[in-house]
């Protein structure tokens, strides 16, 4: 007993030392390699065994379905003359004509006995059913009556319960008096009969369609009784159209595969035995290689532990060129660590901490001061872009690594990390007042130019501050609403800083919550056109109407557009739209008279899209529009970049016959020289000159400056916000071409055009 136990505990021993060895780990590897790759050539083998089973049978099918079209044919053809012959029989129609049954059945006995044929019958003309079929009932005669009244002669019947190939034979005398029918079962018997003439047992049934678990023309395979069966349907010609029928034909699969066992076998065994093979030399080669790796695998087991291990070169061979490059790569892998251990958390660039770094910074300042304030900066250069457009990038990665280090001078006791592109942070364990000092500091300190690479550069900056932990719970939630603070600071001007409000948060979410609705507005049907007037004072009556987008929110109602155009600018959805309102402008447009033109506000989005001539031409064919009926507006704005580009696109417009005007003139660039590169259609003077009209005496004479330019250079004008008489009679004796306010209407939907152009036809002003 103690000999058994002691020889157990040997051999379990030695089965964990076997396990624990290269050796094993080898044979079982490449054992394991030739048992899958035998199992996949043997499932392949299958696989590809089975296919061709079964397209064989499909083969089969396809041909005994042929013969059974063939076979039915001949039957049907066989019926069909013999009831010729009896239809065109005198005595036979003398007997249908007076009705005469026991000649008519003599007649078809006759004949059925002649053709061999099993069943005759003779329907007449007032559905009178002469001859017998067992089991017919009086609703199927009525149906094969109907059937024969429609015209169908030919085809499978299904009466008491069997099936039938019938055809029939009209009998006319000279009028149709009858029907000669004559049917052959179409039993399981007779069916296998028919598939006996195919080279595979195939097991042929005629079934109804209706209810039917396979469609006509399909081939299913389904399990039934533990065998594969394969089936194959198809439509028969069907005597009565509202009981079609369908021809199985089914086929063991099962049955067929039984045929290539003894390969498949074969396959196994030699499989087998290969794999035996394979583990045995495996086993031999692998104990060879074992012993040196050993020593390998035991320095490789050191090092993961993170101790340092080299290995002995005892050899030249490869396994001693292995422990060599061994030895080098461990000093190379820890020479890297360190790298790598810096770089995950520091900005290549600068040298700075990255954005991983700063936020475990504020995890540990967070879990560290235990309520106690510390303010997190962070900052963004204002126009870096155009450093690099102009500069290059080399010289903005240079002035970023100056901009690092004036921020570290600044701010000696924060920490500073660069968050990405042109963003920097900023820590410091700070109050209110303090932080308030510091950002006024910061804002200073970058805004003194930097001398790089030979460039005088002069930046700035703006900043958003928060608090914590009040401002954010976590560094995911402090840096978000100090992003949001930094984009107020950019939305009132740059070169400042903000801190944190909770109502910015607010705002975030709710224009979050707009851009979401700004994006189904359009394919709602939320978005409409009003219509404002432009007055000739010239012409005395309304010479063209311009196109104001409105919003009809199915929650807040009219949403402004000076909200929902500016979102839609920087989201990208203005080019869109702005698409949308043009055919829609056009299409309306299209339906006034042909004196009154329609003008259309192009964004700058929308202007600078490669897409708007297209659009433009896409708007005029499918409304019909004349093109000279359609006036752009485009803003000075356009002139500030590219000035060549923007003239360019002018004139390609221009070249479609459509008409351009300058909105807003005198607010922006106002610049004389794009109005002499370029011969704007119109020039739109800005309603703040206009509002000045009553107030202020310059602005008559600057009124006066523009229209006396504009008439010189035979460019028409509009004033913009015109809200009183006293202000039309300035505009009136200074030039002023067309008029365009709330004295004469605000913006109204297209429906109320009509209304408005016949209220004031009706009330002309007085020249």
Known sequence: MKGATALTGLWQRWVWRLQSTLTLRMTLFYGALFVGVSMLALYGTRMAIETYAEKSIRREMAVGSALFDRIAAMQVSQMAQAGNVLASDFGFREAVGT?????????????????????????????????????????????????????????????????????????????????????????PADLRQIARLSSIDLHPRILPQTGSDIGAGTVKEVARNGERILMQARSVPTLVESAPQILVLEYSLTRALRDYAPILWALLGFGALGAVLAIAGTFVASRRLARPIVALEAAARKVSAGQHAEVAVETRDEIGQLARSFNRMVNAVEERERQIAHMAFHDSLTGLPNRTLLREQIALALSRHGGANFAIFCLDLDNFKSVNDTLGHPTGDALLCEVATRLGETCPQGF??????????????????????????????????????????????????????????DATELLKNA????????????????????????????????????????????????????????????????????WNHPEHGMVSPVQFIPLAEETGLIVPIGEWALHEACRIAATWTDDIRIAVNISPVQFRSSTLNSIVLQALARSGLAPNRLELEITESLFIDNVEATLGSLHSLRALGVRIALDDFGTGYSSLSYLRSFPFDKLKIDRSFIIDLLEHDGATAIIRAITTLADALGIETTAEGVESSEQLEILRAEGCNQIQGYFFSRPIPAGQVAALLEKLSGDRLAA
Request: hydrophobic share 45%.
């Open 416 to 473: 500073v990390a660069r968050l990405g592109g042109d963003e920097f942070a900023v820590i410091l364990p700070d109050g209110s007042g303090s932080a308030d000092q510091t950002g006024r500091a910061l804002v200073k300190a970058l805004a003194q130019p930097f001398d790089v690479n030979g460039h005088r550069i002069v930046t700035g900056t703006s900043i958003g501050i928060v608090f914590a932990p009040q401002d954010g719970r």
């Open 99 to 187: 009705s005469d049954a026991p000649t008519i059945i003599s007649a078809l006995e006759s004949l059925q006995g002649r053709f061999d044929l099993q069943h005759a019958l003779f329907v007449g003309v007032d559905g009178t059913v002469v001859g017998h079929v067992p089991g017919m009932s009086v609703g199927e005669k009525n149906q094969l009556f109907d059937a024969l009244d429609m015209g169908r002669e030919r085809g499978v019947a299904h009466w008491g319960g069997e099936n039938y190939m019938v055809a029939a034979s009209p009998v006319r005398a000279p009028i149709l008096t009858g029907w000669v029918i004559f049917a052959r079962t179409m039993g």
């Open 483 to 550: 992003d949001l603070a930094l984009h107020r600071a950019k939305d009132d001007g740059k070169g400042s800083h903000r801190f944190f409000e909770s109502a910015m948060d607010a705002e975030a979410q709710a224009r979050r919550a707009m851009e979401i609705d700004l994006h189904d507005a359009l394919r709602k049907g939320e978005l409409e056109l009003y219509f404002q007037p432009l007055f000739g004072l010239s012409q005395n009556r309304v010479t063209a109407f311009e196109a104001l987008l409105r």
